[in-house]
């Protein structure tokens, strides 16, 4: 049973910075794509970063330049380095796994901005 754990979330000043992990278990194939979703309050889940297995990476528009995710394949986790945060980065963030047509998803971890 393939299974996702999120970590790392809190609360932090605008400006500041939080890393978030997520650790991967269970029987995966070595080819996917690991992301990172949120979801605000009243908001639609969105995109925020994806990378593949190959190390290709696609960031939401709205957070390039701040926002950098990372893999280890060998311990299956993947990582979100968030930087100069802002209020309106505040949601439940989300990992997932996509394996060929396959979505796996983990519980979500809170990251509040405060201004």
């Known amino acids: 049973q393939v299974q996702l754990v999120e970590s790392g979330g809190g609360l932090v000043q605008a400006g500041g910075s939080l890393r978030l992990s997520c650790a991967v278990s269970g029987s995966i194939s070595s080819i996917n794509t690991l992301a990172w979703y949120r979801q605000a309050p009243g908001k639609q889940r969105e995109m925020v970063a994806a990378i593949t297995s190959g190390g290709s990476t696609n960031y939401a528009d709205s957070v390039k330049g701040r926002f950098t995710i990372s893999r280890d394949n060998a311990k299956n986790t993947v990582s979100l380095q968030m930087n100069s945060l802002k209020p309106e980065d505040t949601a439940v963030y989300y990992c997932?796994?996509?394996?060929?047509?396959?979505?796996?998803w983990g519980q979500g971890t809170q990251v509040t901005v405060s201004s």
């Open positions: 997932k796994l996509i394996v060929i047509v396959r979505e796996y």
